[in-house]
């Protein structure tokens, strides 16, 4: 069973504080991770995408990949209220497949 | 960007009907499309592959009678709730990759919230 998990939360942080989000992944096969954002009632939307281990900045947002120990995770640096929702993560398989994990829920306070 | 247009955005219908939810690329070409569903406070969960020209690749517990899809083109998927009743009840979501690499994210449809009286 290829698996993604995450923290349901909710995780609370203040305004202007430095979100953490983590996911781990079980198949060592997966070469592509990505992160959406899904408010409320509605689809998810793709924040960004990493494929290689390290860093990968895009402006207030960094994604991180650590395949050695099947870990993702997603900073948010300057956190806003509009920021609070359920983050998604993703893992690809075979045939362009996505698995995703149960998803974080953010709550930013003013 | 890609976009992938999904229709209807929300659709009421009495048990017993069925629904045809239809799911469009606008500036791209989708071989695969893949269908999820969502209950409330819960995650996605896929429920088919799409393929053009050929038959769809059900998940396991996915009734393929009941939810029926097609995908007769390179732009556009259907999925029809046969035979609707309440626990059918969900938020379903279409999404296609923009190109044939395994690298390449989904872009997701707005979704259809389908309520089943």
């Known amino acids: 069973q290829k698996e993604v998990e995450q923290n349901s939360g909710p995780l609370s942080v203040p305004e202007g504080a430095i979100a953490s989000l983590n996911c781990t992944y079980s198949d060592r096969g997966s070469q592509s991770f990505f992160w959406y954002r899904q408010y409320s009632g509605k689809s998810p939307e793709l924040i960004m995408f990493?494929?290689?281990?390290g860093d990968k900045e895009d402006g207030r947002f960094t994604a991180q990949l650590n395949k050695a120990s099947q870990y993702v995770s997603l900073l948010i640096r300057d956190s806003q209220p509009s920021d609070s929702a359920t983050y998604l993560c993703?893992?690809?398989?075979?045939?362009?497949?996505?698995?995703f994990g149960g998803g974080t829920r953010l709550m930013v306070k003013p | 960007g890609a976009v992938v247009s999904q229709h209807p955005s929300r659709v009421i219908c009495k048990s017993g009907t069925s629904v045809k939810i239809e799911c469009r690329s606008l500036?791209?070409?989708?071989?695969?499309m893949f269908w999820y569903r969502q209950f409330p406070k819960q995650s996605l969960m896929l429920m088919a592959t799409s393929n053009e020209g050929s038959k769809a690749t059900y998940e396991q517990g996915v009734e393929k009678d009941k939810f029926l899809i097609n995908h007769a083109s390179l732009t556009l998927s259907t999925l029809t709730v046969t035979s609707a009743h309440p626990e059918d009840s969900s938020f379903y979501i279409c999404?296609?990759?923009?190109?044939?690499?395994?690298?390449?994210?989904?872009?997701f449809g707005n979704g259809t919230r389908l309520t089943v009286t």
């Open positions: 990493i494929y290689s281990n």
């Open positions: 999404s296609a990759p923009d190109r044939a690499s395994q690298n390449s994210p989904l872009h």
């Open positions: 993703a893992a690809n398989n075979a045939g362009n497949m996505l698995t």
């Open positions: 500036d791209f070409q989708a071989t695969t």
